[in-house]
């Protein structure tokens, strides 16, 4: 996976973090959305086994408008340009009308369809993440790692990176292939109670 903080550029983000001042968001919801029929619920099921139980409440949706949450995951088919057949007209839109602070497109996408349609930044802050390659099983597990460091309080960029270091490193063919901006920079999780997860 890479990193790439401030990737498309424009204008700075609402949110203003720091790794000493992140934004703690305390019992996060997640959502899925899928927009891509009987292979993105396959992949949903999956996603929401391995790692729904980690949060307070999961929430699930086959249409739009998204679901309510701080965590959203996202699986469509995006076209180069959004035209009838794409249900999603802007990326970005979409985030913010979920008001989730971390998006994941979690199908696989072209890398250069994604830069075609998220476009600039906007105001609304958040960290979000492009699939290229799932990587089969490895998706899961890596998402499943991620926030379980973050609901032990490391912040995202930070538990990104101890997972998928940057430079060659034999991890990279573990992990799935994506594209991670930062935009939000560093959140992390707490929790209301003090009881850790024990697994599905």
């Given at each position: ?23 703690r ?19 949903l099921?999956?996603d929401?086994?391995?790692?729904g139980?980690?949060?307070s409440?999961v ?56 830069i ?42 930070m ?12 991890k990279?063919?573990?992990n ?15 929790r209301?109670?003090?009881d ?5």
């Open positions: 996976m890479s990193l790439f903080s401030k990737l498309f550029g424009g204008i700075a983000s609402a949110v203003t973090t720091t790794l000493t001042r992140p934004l968001i305390q019992d996060p919801t997640i959502g899925f959305l899928n927009l891509c029929g009987e292979s993105g619920a396959r992949l099921q999956a929401k086994q391995a790692f139980p980690l949060f409440q929430r699930v949706s086959d249409s739009l408008p998204p679901p309510q949450c701080e965590v959203l995951f996202i699986y469509c088919r995006l076209s180069p340009q959004a035209d009838a057949s794409d249900p999603i007209s802007s990326p970005r839109d979409l985030i913010e009308s979920a008001r989730a602070y971390i998006a994941v497109f979690a199908s696989e996408n072209d890398p250069n369809v994604y075609k349609r998220m476009g600039k930044r906007t105001d609304w802050g958040a960290n979000i993440v492009m699939v290229i390659n799932r990587n089969g099983d490895r998706f899961a597990a890596f998402f499943q790692q991620l926030f379980t460091a973050m609901f032990e309080g490391q912040t995202m960029p538990a990104w990176v101890k997972l998928a270091p940057q430079g060659p490193s034999p990279h063919a573990e799935p292939s994506s594209v991670f901006a930062a935009e939000a920079g560093h959140v992390t999780f707490t209301t109670s003090n850790r997860w024990r697994g599905p």
